[in-house]
């Protein structure tokens, strides 16, 4: 009896073992694919019925990719021909008589061309999509940190020496580089702070605070920002440049890293954008 029960519960052990295996792998995968839309299809294997829902969810992650990319050429197609009526209406506007309508004229002409330089920029980026790769995220931070001392402006880094992070370091490096811009732009300089969870922990987060001492921006308008070429009345009137789309570049990016980004008013005064990356 003995035996036979310790043979049963052998077999069936590894028969439950067969199952949960690739399921596993499964749920890896899954979790991958929300962190980055281009991964691998997995390899259809195990029981039936899971290499069935494989085949389902491998097709069901080629149409993502595959409507992103859609999204993004049409973006393109449009910033692209929208270019020539401009050249049209540039021309035109060289024949009007009334110099000061010829000047706001050309000037509104001017804004719209760098929106869709901006925008022909984003789909550029966004279709020669980098490999991810394994980086040292507090090395990025102290650079970026670096240049902008360099070009004269308060930019201080506090946090470890190194922290190892994956992901696409050109796109990342643009994303922090937009918020820390921001904070140079509308709040004179800024302190990033990098912290990272317990080491060996498996959902470890990296969390990174850029804080600065501006205006900050009402509280009903931090969705707002986030938007392509949406900017704060202010922000247009007192000619910073820009078109707008820095903060929408960045979401998209941290975003597409598995993490976000949000912000904050500090009692202190100024902004704080904080940026979760998970590692
Ligand atoms: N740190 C900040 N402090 C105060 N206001 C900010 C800050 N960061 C962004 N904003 C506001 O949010 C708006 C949107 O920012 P976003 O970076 O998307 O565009 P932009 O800086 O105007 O132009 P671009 O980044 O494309 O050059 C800005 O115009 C500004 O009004
Ligand atoms: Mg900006």
Redesign the pocket.
């Known amino acids: 009896m003995g035996a036979i029960v310790a043979v049963i519960l052998l077999v069936s052990l590894l028969a439950a073992r067969r199952v949960t295996a690739p399921l596993a792998g499964f749920a890896a995968a899954a979790e991958r694919l929300s962190v980055d839309g281009q991964a691998d299809p997995l390899p259809e294997e195990g029981p039936r019925e899971l290499r069935a829902a494989t085949r389902a969810f491998n097709r069901m992650q080629a149409r993502l990719a595959r409507f992103v990319a859609d999204r993004t050429q049409m973006l393109a197609a449009i910033g692209h021909d929208l270019r020539t009526p401009i050249t049209r209406l540039r021309l035109r506007a060289e024949l009007v008589d009334d110099p000061e309508m010829q000047r706001r004229m050309l000037s509104d002409l001017d804004e719209m061309e760098a929106m869709i330089s ?1 925008t022909l920029a984003f789909a550029r980026d966004d279709a020669q999509r980098e490999p991810r790769g394994r980086f040292d995220l507090a090395d990025l931070l102290q650079s970026l940190c670096d240049d902008r001392v360099d070009a004269g402006h308060r930019a201080l880094y506090d946090g470890p020496a190194h922290a190892v992070a994956e992901g696409r370091t050109v796109a990342l490096r643009r994303a922090l580089a ?1 918020l820390m ?3 140079i ?3 004179g300089g800024f302190t990033v702070r990098l912290e990272t969870g317990p080491d060996g922990s498996q959902h470890r987060n990296a969390l990174i605070h850029i804080d ?1 001492d ?4 009402p509280e009903a308008e931090f969705e707002k ?1 986030f938007a392509p070429f ?3 009345e ?2 247009r009137s007192r000619d ?9 570049t960045a979401r998209s990016i941290i975003r597409g890293h598995g993490g976000d980004v949000t912000l904050a008013n500090r009692a202190e005064g100024g ?1 704080r ?1 904080t940026v979760t990356l998970p590692l």
């Open positions: 901006a937009n811009d921001n904070a732009k509308y709040g600065d501006g205006p900050g921006i920002v949406y900017r704060l202010r922000s910073t440049g820009g078109v707008g789309l820095g903060l929408s902004l954008a």
